[in-house]
């Protein structure tokens, strides 16, 4: 059997819903730590918060961590692939002007998880933002500037 590469496996049976709420996750090229700087990280935070202003999602929690980044959003006017195509597309552009560099920054695709209404929202938030905690970068949530959830 032939082995789809993995930027088409993500893909096959996403579905995008308005209301629907999907906890996304998309990894910079090559891994790299980008957002260590977290000027750099800002950049893809100003997008998220493009996105939730604009009303093409209603942004609940997301951490950008040093190569990557998770965002649970509940859509509302634009599809998944819309969504993350413009976020990873605008914030690319930005990291590259105040970077001075060209190309690609993130990986092709990007994963997500269509999570059931009567899931714990909070409860999934509270682990997105203590990624960082869990990975060793701080001692304490608070102290990691790249997060933010609605309930907390």
Known sequence: MTQL??????RRGRFSQA???HLLTANTLDREPLFSDWRVGRL??????HEHTQGSVNSLAWVVMPDHFHWLVE?????????MGRTKSLSARAINRMTDRTGRRWQKGFHDHAL???EDLK?????VVANPLRAGLVNRVGDYPLWDAVWL
């Open 5 to 10: 590469p993995a930027s088409s496996r993500l």
């Open 19 to 21: 209301n629907g709420i």
């Open 44 to 49: 893809v935070v100003a997008q998220f918060r």
């Open 75 to 83: 859509l509302q006017s634009a599809s998944l692939d819309k969504v």
């Open 116 to 118: 059931r209404r009567e």
């Open 123 to 127: 409860n999934l938030a509270r682990y």
